[in-house]
């Protein structure tokens, strides 16, 4: 099993959503966080600048079997993907064990 950590624009969280059920990935924690992020110079859009130090962003924790690892990535990086400075990133990590509370299902069993 996988952990996929994602940190998109909250501008493309409907585009991921969608990407993710259509690739069968139904279940899946997000929260809103905000982040600093590499570029240094702030934007100016209309006259005003902005700053672009403080962003605010859509974390998304997926736990996934490993035959679905890929198509998850895959669904991400296509429907987050915007070009510009800022896009996200997708962490992925190893996952020892799950349990599903309330049948005591455990492995991958435990996450359909």
Do not use: P
Not at 58 to 87: C, P, W
């Amino acid at each position: 099993m996988k952990k996929i950590e994602a940190i998109i624009r909250k501008s493309r969280f409907d585009e991921v959503k969608e990407a993710l059920h259509e690739v069968e990935v139904n279940f899946f924690s997000y929260w809103d966080v905000t982040g600093v992020g590499n570029e240094k110079r702030g934007h100016v859009y209309r006259g005003v600048s902005y700053s672009t130090t403080d962003i605010q962003r859509r974390y998304l924790s997926i736990v996934v079997s490993d035959s679905f690892e890929q198509r998850t990535i895959d669904a991400i990086l296509k429907s987050a993907y915007t070009g510009n400075v800022g896009d996200g990133k997708i962490f992925v990590s190893d996952i020892k064990e799950a349990y599903r509370i309330r049948t005591k299902e455990n492995g991958s069993e435990s996450l359909n």
